[in-house]
């Protein structure tokens, strides 16, 4: 039996484009994953999130999810484009809605936990250049200053970005989540750009004395491992390390970006005069937690036709609906690397989770033993690593709403509630059950 602390945080999280829908509601306007959605072929099916949960106008009835779930903590994002729907056009109407529902969250005793940016940027601020233009960043501290105004006092922590690598590599270079493009020299730019629109909203809010709260930035990490002994193999590997994790990690906790991935990167980069002085400075501005989501391992070989000499390789461990390695050892290998290369922060886990084919009964339940066994695998791992010291300070579950997955569309359940899309109706799932367990009894 593995226990947690009183103090150990337990949340489940969403974001914004993927629950809300309402998109013309309270006026907003279309950002980017608007746009791509609507594209033929870009996701599954032709989903949008126009709909989706319609967390927008039903998240009185989520909280109470939440609140039968008996968590002490819920992870949302905010909209940009219903604070800023155009260029320095402020909305109230907007940020009301965010600041009612974290109001209530605390009524409710949950601690809001928010994130800024969950890859929805407005449409407005892409047509102007999008994240490839350094003036992104000022677009960023904009927003990001008025969420800090209105929001403060009714959030506990703050995020700024969240996986900015599937933000950059994905939307600019493997071209799979909006804006759709492919451009290794663009998806490199927007990295710089997402990191320093970090540093520098790290930085406005600690330089305001009456802002205190936590504030951070979650990464999407995967250990890395060759799928032989290979010389090859081992550079593949190394290379993906680099691209997914390094890339991002260095500059964040050493202040620089790993040299060997510039190198790969200048076959097609010709100039990283695009980082300026003190630049580095302030991506590498302290925080005050490091966010992980962590889902699988990454097993890697070479290929000597891809353009950074990696590709995934056939592995045989269990995997979930995503096709991804059920793999709890490797996190808890994850782990220990950071705290032995790069962090000493306290850790969150700001997701972490399963999508599998649900099937609702009759009845109304689901019987959804293969997330319940990923999550418990993950939970005591956490439990565990806290034994050895490693300072995980929470653990949010995703997602509290099965929801619009990115390019797989309404196709990939990851909730611990299952969303019926034709009625909006929500039934908790039997790892949601499974889940309020744990957390009341704090152990496993
Ligand atoms: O649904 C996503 C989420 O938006 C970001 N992290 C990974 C999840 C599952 O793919």
Redesign the pocket.
Known sequence: MKTFTEDFIFGTAT?SY?IEGAVNAGGRTPSIWDEFSKQPGKVWNGDTGEIACDHYHRFEEDIEIIKSLGVDSYRFSIAWPRIFPRAGEYNPEGMEFYRTLAKKLNEAGIRPFVTLY??DMPQWAYEKGGWVHRDSVTWFLDYAKKCFEELDDVVSMWITH??PW?AALLGYYEGVHAPGHTDLEEAVKVSHHLLLSHGKAVELYKNETKYEKPIGITL?LTPVYPASASANDELAAHNYDGYVNRWFLDPIFKGSYPKDMMNLYSKEIRSFEFIEAGDMESISASCDFFGI?F?NRSLIQYSAESPLLFEPAESDYPKTG?GWDISPNEFRELIRTLRRDFTDLPIYIT?N?A?FPDVLEDDGTVRDSGRKDYMERHIRAIAELNEEGMNIQGYYL??LLD?F??AFGYDKR?GITYVDFSTQRRYLKDSAKRYAEIVKARKI
């Open positions: 974001s993927q969950h890859w969240n996986e599937c999407n989501n889902y995503m997701e989770g999508a995703w997602s929801n997955e990115w990851f």
